[in-house]
C-alpha cells in the first residue's frame, strides 16, 4: 500500500447524531499526516412529486436540500481542524453510493477511503450489507470499513494472508496486506500480527495449473495442511514478522479468522480481496463476506496492485448519474 497522503471518508447520513467513523477517519489522517475530505453522495428519486408537495421548482428544492445537507460539515471540518488535520467537503447528486464514492475518490487521488459499515437487522447476520461489499469489491484504493467507534489506541492490526494461494489469489497479494498492516500499525503505534486459516481446499485452482498447482491437488488433507504450515513459516521469515506474533490456524477462515482477531483483541483485520464475476464470485465471495460480516472490529481491506485500474478509470469517466453540484458553498475548501 503506498503512503498515505489523502483520505476520503464516505459519510452515509450528515445528519446522523453520531458519526462513528469520523473520530476514526480524523485520527488515522492525523497519524500519516494525510489531508482529509468529508463526502456525501445524495439521491433524491422523486424530485418531480416533491416539488409539487412544497410548491417549489426542483431547482429550489434541490439548492434547499444542498444547503440543508451542508449545515453539518462545517461542524465536522471545524472537529477535524481542531485536531491538526487539513479538511475538505464535498456534497454532489450521485448514485448508486459505492460508485459515487468511486468517482470522487478518483478525482481527488484518495489513497484510502474509510467508511462506516450499515447495520441493521438481517436474515444472516453474517451478511454486510450490498452497498459495503460492491464498495469492497470494486475499490481499488484500500478501504478501512469502519464497523465500531471505539477509538485506535495503540492497535493490534491483525494482517490475514493465504500463503498457499487458495482461490487462485496473485502471489504478490499477501505481501501487499502485509505491507499495508505494518504501515498502518506503526503510524498508529500498535503491533503488527499475522495470521492464516489453514482449510486445504481445490475450489479456485488456476484454470491452467502449473506443475506446482498439479502436484498439489495430489496430496492427501494432511500432506495439505503441512504444506500451507510451511509456506505460512516461509512467509513469515521472508516478511521479517515475529514467531510469537504470527498465528497459524486450523478451520473455516470465516469462523476461525473472528474468532482469532476477537482472543487477540485485535481492532483491525487486514484482508486482500479480488474482483470476480460469475461462479467464481459465488464461490470465493462468500467466503470473505463472512469474514468480514463476522468480524468484531475494523476491516481494511486491499487489492493487488492495478487488478482494477480499468475498471476505475472506465467508472470515472462516465461522470455521476445525476446532476453534480453546481456551485460550492463558500466554507467547501478547494
Keep these: 500500500m503506498q503512503t498515505i497522503r489523502r483520505i476520503l471518508f464516505a459519510i452515509r447520513n450528515p445528519e ?169 500499525s506503526t503510524a498508529l503505534r500498535g503491533a503488527l500480527h499475522m495470521a492464516h486459516a489453514n482449510y486445504p481446499t481445490i475450489v479456485g485452482l488456476p484454470r491452467k495449473p502449473s506443475r506446482e498447482d498439479r502436484k498439489w491437488s495430489t496430496l492427501s488433507y494432511d500432506q495439505l495442511k503441512e504444506q500451507e504450515r510451511e509456506a505460512f513459516e516461509a512467509f513469515r521469515v521472508e516478511m521479517q514478522v515475529m514467531r510469537t506474533r504470527a498465528h497459524l490456524v486450523t478451520g473455516n477462515p470465516a469462523t476461525v479468522i473472528p474468532r482469532l482477531a476477537r482472543d487477540l483483541g485485535a481492532q483491525v483485520v487486514v484482508m486482500g480481496a479480488l474482483s470476480r464475476s460469475g461462479l467464481m464470485r459465488v464461490l470465493i465471495g462468500n467466503s470473505a463476506e463472512r469474514v468480514l460480516g463476522s468480524l468484531p472490529c475494523d476491516a481494511l481491506v486491499v487489492k493487488p496492485e492495478g487488478l482494477e485500474a480499468r475498471h476505475l478509470t472506465s467508472l470515472a469517466s462516465k461522470g455521476p448519474r445525476v446532476l453534480k453540484d453546481r456551485d460550492a458553498h463558500p466554507g467547501q475548501l478547494r
Aim: a positive charge; glycine letters at 4%.
Design 16 to 184: 446522523a447524531g453520531r458519526q462513528a467513523g469520523l473520530a476514526k477517519a480524523i485520527q488515522v489522517a492525523r497519524a500519516f499526516g494525510a489531508r482529509l475530505e468529508l463526502f456525501h453522495a445524495m439521491h433524491v428519486p422523486a424530485f418531480d412529486e416533491l416539488a409539487l408537495l412544497q410548491d417549489e421548482t426542483v431547482d429550489k428544492l434541490r439548492e434547499r436540500v444542498e444547503e440543508q445537507a451542508r449545515i453539518p460539515f462545517v461542524r465536522m471540518c471545524a472537529k477535524a481542524r481542531q485536531h491538526g488535520v487539513p479538511t475538505e467537503y464535498s456534497v454532489e447528486w450521485d448514485y448508486p453510493p459505492h460508485e459515487a464514492i468511486l468517482r470522487r475518490a478518483t478525482v481527488i487521488g484518495a489513497d484510502l477511503i474509510v467508511a462506516e459499515c450499515h447495520k441493521g437487522a438481517r436474515a444472516r447476520p453474517w451478511l454486510i450489507h450490498l452497498t459495503d461489499w460492491e464498495l469492497l469489491r470494486t475499490s481499488p484504493v484500500p478501504v478501512l470499513l469502519v464497523k465500531n467507534d471505539k477509538p485506535y489506541r495503540r492497535p493490534l492490526t491483525l494482517a490475514a494472508v493465504d500463503p498457499a494461494r487458495a482461490h487462485a489469489k496473485p502471489r504478490a497479494l499477501d505481501a501487499n496486506i502485509v505491507a499495508a498492516a505494518r504501515e498502518f
